[in-house]
């Protein structure tokens, strides 16, 4: 995965609110992944149409932080989701 990369949540992975514990989840097939503040903040930008550094430039401005730190945070965790198979990406 590189900053140009255009994540996006594959078929059968989705976003959601897990009402009972009035938390965020990522839902995949028979995976359910309890997202932390900073977690929800990065999924949420996911849309499938920003690249990883749109996204990292976005929550820097949002969370007044270094954009290459952020970068690298946002590289690492959407890494992980994707060796997961929970998150996928094209070429930007």
């Known amino acids: 995965m590189t900053p140009l990369c255009v994540p996006y949540l594959p078929r059968g992975v989705r976003l959601a ?3 009972v514990r009035g938390l965020r989840v990522l839902l995949g097939p028979e995976r359910v992944l309890i997202l932390d503040q900073i977690g929800n903040a990065v999924l949420s930008r996911v849309d499938g149409a920003q ?3 749109a996204i990292s430039e ?3 401005q949002t969370f007044s ?3 290459n730190e952020i970068e690298t945070d946002v590289l690492a965790y959407l890494g ?3 060796k997961k198979r929970l998150l996928e ?3 930007g």
């Open 89 to 91: 990406t094209r070429d």
């Open 58 to 60: 976005d929550l820097a």
């Open 80 to 82: 992980d989701l994707a």
């Open 65 to 67: 932080a270094p954009r």
């Open 51 to 53: 690249s990883v550094r």
């Open 17 to 19: 609110n897990d009402r």
